[in-house]
Structure formats: structure tokens, C-alpha cells
């Protein structure tokens, strides 16, 4: 298991020496010699220093990753890619409580949540060293005249700029290091300067996994770094998880070499409720799809389309299962909604909460900031239930990315199918019925990368997720992800 120290209940990496930068296998400070603080969001204190890359940093770690490219790692074989995955998915599961506890402090999530994320971020690892060992090519029959074999190679893309948000550090984290290294890239991962700490200690265990040098590269660092790795002519790809509009100026920037480019972005998700549904089941999914990570999930479920005749019902049941639900200090099991990871952060929910409330929506639950003895100084805003929400409001057309539900009538399934597409984005989607014929009609009907059937935000290694419209494109899991970062090369050979 991860040290810890255990008067403090502290990681042991947060020994107060400032956390650096890890470039060609070497823990180093910045040149610039800048650095930055990262906050606890449940008390808005420092937790640590952290190293903060510059364009010059992103050069050396460029040219470290491109040099491990060609170099050491060029020969590894897809065994010992599998191998190497599998050390590491050894010591992040042993590592795991340190990890998750370092999520906790720095965005929030309550422990409970983060603790329980360690079979994923096992299982992703894993998952793809199995496909490390498995990507193939082709033998085709090809209709020219004479004795010509053709055939196709898969082969690595190159070097990676892998760029990830906040509210899922490690397993976004994992999400696009496994992959990339299964099929043969290597990586420069810049993770989010809100919660970078435990992407950066994941670097340290890549090494101790046995992976070479400059082969995984993280250098923390502000939108500038983010983007002279999107436009440096040294990355063949960049993988993006963020904000729509953040996404669309790496698309730009990435058009000076022509990189490929995939961007899971933003979100503002149907989820609909028939009155078949089990509301035992329903009630409690519905809630968790918008409030779990304290709303700050892209594919949440925040529109909720509830069938008329139940209208009433369910709002009344959602509200007061919300206001059930424990909000609090993160590290406390206890815990169900931590706070939101930063002020800035805080003042853009507030910001909704305000709006909502202008534009007419009924506030059935919450409405407001926590400001209770304890949590006065973090970032904490209660579970909200907007009810009698207009489609054209903007909680119901915005990503808004905190624990916020703006709840909607509907009579029919064309109705709420042309509703339910009645937005930019198409990342998730949800229906909650025991009627077959109605759950293949409205998962046919949306235009959304993933539909959750009586379920939602369910997920696994094997299984594609993505986006439609301006919510992106690229699929993340699944042997569709191995594809994001893989060449295919058609051979000719003549034989007579």
C-alpha cells in the first residue's frame, strides 16, 4: 500500500517540497523556476507547490518523448508493452489508497467515490495490455494483375500530447496513458493545474513499472502549456478531454502538422423517465447522474425529461432525495457530495443557481451555497432540483458542471426524442422504462455517443465512449480507443 502518514492521515507525497515536473525519467523544477500553488477545495488551503511548465519545458519533454519514440522504447516488443502495463497496474493498485486520497484533496471528491474507482483504473490497465499483444493487421486480396501480396501494419502514431481536466485526475489520467502506451506511443501528459498531483505521482509509479525513460512525460502547467503542446510540430496526436470551446482551439492549433486529434468535450445530456419506470430505481439514478462528483461530470444527466402523468411525483421524491443526501469534508466515508474543486468554479454554479431562479425554474431543492460550520471556506454547493424548467433557459441549455437538475414534463416519445436532440452537444444520454419497444425507439432516435437504459455513467474498458455533435469525436475505451492511436500502412510486394 501507498505510505501514509498517520497523524496526519496525509499521503506521504505531500512532504511540503514542491513537486516537479518529470521529463526523459527525471524529476526536475521548471526553467523558468515558476511555480505554482494547488488549493483544498474543501478549506481552500495550499496543499503544494508545483513545478509550472513553460514552453520551454514542453520543448525538452517534446523531445524526450520523441527520442524514447525512436530509441528505447521502438523496441520493445508487444510483450513487453504487456508487461510493463501489467507492473504498473500492480503498483497502482498498491498504491491506490495514496492515490485516491490525493484526488480527494485536491478536487474534491469525496473518498468514498475515489476509493471506489480502483477496479476501474486497474481494470483500464489491464485491459489494454491484453490489446498490446493482440492489434493486428491484414492480408488482403487485391485485384491487380500478377502476383502482387498486399497486406496492411498497425503501427504507433508517435509522440502523444495527452491534455486532461480536473474532475477526474488519476482516471483520466490512466484513461489515455494505457492505450497509447499498449499500441507503442509515447506520451506528454499535462494534466489540469487544479488538481495535478496525482496524475504527477502516477509518472513517478510508470518508472517504477519499468518503462523507459521519456516515454511518459507530465508536465503541470496553465492553458499555455496546453497549448504550445497543440501546436508543437514535435506531437503526431493529441488526446483531449475538456470544454467545448477549449477543444475547439486545440483543433486549431493542431493544424500546423496536420495532427490527428481526438476531443471528448462537453455536455449538457438528456435523461428521461417513463411512468413505467421503477422509481425505486429511477428516483436515486436520476440524482446521482447529476450529482455524483458534485455535478462536474460531462455526460451528466442534467436535463431530466419526466413523463406528465408522474411529473409531480418525482420531482417531489428527487427533491427530497436530495436533500437527504451528506454533503461535507471529502475524507469523511460518510461523505456523498464534496465540494466543487475551486472558487472559480463555485462562482460559475452560483452564477446558474441565480440565473435559474431570474428565468422562473421553481427551486425544489437547494439553490444555494453550503456555507454550514466547517465548510464556510470551501467550495460546497447544496444538491439543487430546478423543477418546471423551459427548454430555451440557460440551466437547461448551458453546461453549467455542478450539481445542478433542471427537470422538464413531456407527453410523447417524439416529443421527447426531438427535445432531447434539441441541443449542440450528444455525449450521454439516459431512459429509465420497462418498455422495451420505448427503449429502442428513443436509444435509436438520440443523437448521442453513449445511451444507459435503467442505468447511468456506467462504464467499462471494453466498451467505446464518446461524442456526437459539439461534444466531440474519437471514442475513449473499447478497441476503439487503440485505434486513436494507431497508423495503418498498406504493403505491396510483387512476387513474379
Known sequence: MGQMNEQTAMPAYLDGKPKLLLIDGKLVPALSGRTFQTINPSNGKVLA?????????IDLAVAAARR????????????????VLLKLADLVEANFDELS??????????IASTAGKRRRAVSLLRYYAGLATSTHGHTIENSQAGEIFSYTLKEPVGVVAAINPWN??????????????????????????????????LGELCLEAGIPPGVVNV????????????????????????????????????????????????????????????????VPGAAMAVFANSGQICSAGTR????????????????????????????????QLGPLVSDAQLERVTGYLQRGKSEGARTAAGGNRITDEGLADGYFVAPTVFADVEDSMAIAREEIFGPVISAM??????????????????????????????????????????????????????????????????????????EEFLQTKAVWIKTA
Open 49 to 57: 507547490e508545483v513545478a509550472e511548465a513553460g514552453e520551454a519545458d
Open 68 to 83: 524514447a519514440f525512436e530509441g528505447p522504447w521502438s523496441k520493445f516488443k508487444p510483450f513487453d508493452r504487456q508487461a
Open 101 to 110: 486520497i490525493l484526488d480527494t484533496l485536491d478536487m474534491g471528491g469525496p
Open 168 to 201: 477526474g485526475p488519476l482516471g483520466l489520467a490512466i484513461w489515455k496513458l494505457a492505450p497509447a502506451l499498449a499500441a507503442g506511443c509515447t506520451v506528454v501528459l499535462k494534466p489540469a493545474e487544479q488538481a495535478p498531483l496525482s496524475p504527477m505521482r
Open 219 to 282: 508536465v503541470a502547467g496553465f492553458g499555455a502549456a496546453g497549448a504550445a503542446l497543440a501546436a508543437h510540430p514535435g506531437v503526431d496526436k493529441i488526446a483531449f478531454t475538456g470544454s467545448t470551446e477549449v477543444g475547439q482551439h486545440i483543433i486549431r492549433a493542431s493544424a500546423g502538422n496536420l495532427k490527428r486529434v481526438s476531443v471528448e468535450l462537453g455536455g449538457k445530456s438528456p435523461n428521461i423517465v417513463f411512468a413505467d419506470a421503477d422509481l425505486d430505481a429511477a
Open 304 to 335: 431530466l425529461f419526466v413523463e406528465r402523468k408522474i411529473y409531480d411525483e418525482f420531482v417531489e421524491r428527487l427533491a427530497a432525495f436530495a436533500k437527504g443526501l451528506k454533503v461535507g469534508n471529502p475524507l469523511d466515508p460518510k461523505t
Open 409 to 482: 414534463p413531456f407527453d410523447t416519445v417524439e416529443e421527447v426524442i426531438r427535445r432531447g436532440n434539441d441541443t449542440e452537444y450528444g455525449l450521454g444520454s439516459g431512459v429509465w422504462t420497462r418498455d422495451i419497444n420505448n427503449a429502442q425507439r428513443i436509444s435509436k432516435g438520440l443523437r448521442a455517443g453513449s445511451v444507459w437504459i435503467n442505468c447511468y455513467q456506467t462504464m467499462d474498458p471494453a466498451v467505446p465512449f464518446g461524442g456526437y455533435k459539439m461534444s466531440g469525436y474519437g471514442r475513449e475505451s473499447g478497441a476503439e480507443h487503440m
